[in-house]
T-cell receptor, first 113, second 113 residues
Framework: ETGVTQSPTHLIKTRGQQVTLRCSSQ?????VSWYQQALGQGPQFIFQ???????GRGNFPPRFSGLQFPNYSSELNVNALELDDSALYLC????????????FGSGTQLSVL | GESVGLHLPTLSVQEGDNSIINCAYS??????FIWYKQESGKGPQFIID?????DKRQGQRVTVLLNKTVKHLSLQIAATQPGDSAVYFC????????????FGKGTTLSVSS
């Protein structure tokens, strides 16, 4: 186990709603990255937070936003949900912003109906 | 393209055989590569990593080979066991500040006993 915990494990929403996913990073890690994994695909980078600031962003629209808290836990918020947002959302923590090795949680499975 | 690709989506082997999973990457500026194993319902689990100043790195039952000339990465698993059945992803770091790992689509390894 990596020590990265995510909640909830499963979530069902309807199109147009908003969702908040949560992540607690591994002890001692100050950087959190979020990934979206569609069925049968590799994880796609959404964004990274380092010391409470966004430290890089992938090709996702602004309705995907995040926060990192002083204890390094993090939230991913998605507004105006679309059917294509249905996916496994993975949180990963790393020791620092420059550390490439990521430790993943088990993810939140989001279904948008 | 931007993402790391894999040669074969599936690989089936017998227990005890050696497995080789291949991966081609596109960015010659990438300086760090990593292999993850993902079992059903779980997040990606770190297997082994390698930097671009190395050609080979060995772990417990696993070896990663890097050929920068042809931008090719491979994962070798010795004496494959049924517990090795999973989806395997290679990922690269594009050597840009604030970016995280870029994943390929994955290879599903099935081990029969």
């Amino acid at each position: 186990e990596t020590g990265v915990t995510q909640s909830p494990t499963h979530l069902i929403k309807t199109r147009g709603q908003q969702v908040t996913l949560r992540c607690s990073s591994q002890s001692g890690h100050n950087t959190v990255s979020w990934y979206q994994q569609a069925l049968g695909q590799g994880p796609q980078f959404i964004f990274q937070y380092y010391r409470e600031e966004e430290n890089g962003r992938g090709n996702f629209p602004p309705r995907f936003s995040g926060l990192q808290f002083p204890n390094y836990s993090s939230e991913l918020n998605v507004n105006a949900l679309e059917l294509d947002d249905s996916a496994l959302y993975l949180c990963a923590s790393s020791l620092t912003g420059g550390e490439e090795k990521l430790f993943f949680g088990s993810g939140t499975q989001l279904s948008v109906l | 393209g931007e993402s790391v690709g894999l040669h074969l989506p599936t690989l089936s082997v017998q227990e005890g055989d050696n497995s080789i999973i291949n991966c081609a990457y596109s960015n010659s500026a990438s300086d760090y590569f990593i292999w993850y194993k993902q079992e059903s319902g779980k997040g990606p689990q770190f297997i082994i990593d390698i930097r671009s100043n190395m050609d080979k790195r060995q772990g417990q039952r696993v070896t990663v080979l890097l050929n920068k000339t042809v931008k090719h990465l491979s994962l070798q698993i010795a004496a494959t066991q049924p517990g090795d059945s999973a989806v395997y992803f290679c990922a690269e770091n594009k050597n840009q500040a604030g970016t995280a790992l870029i994943f390929g689509k994955g290879t599903t390894l099935s081990v029969s006993s």
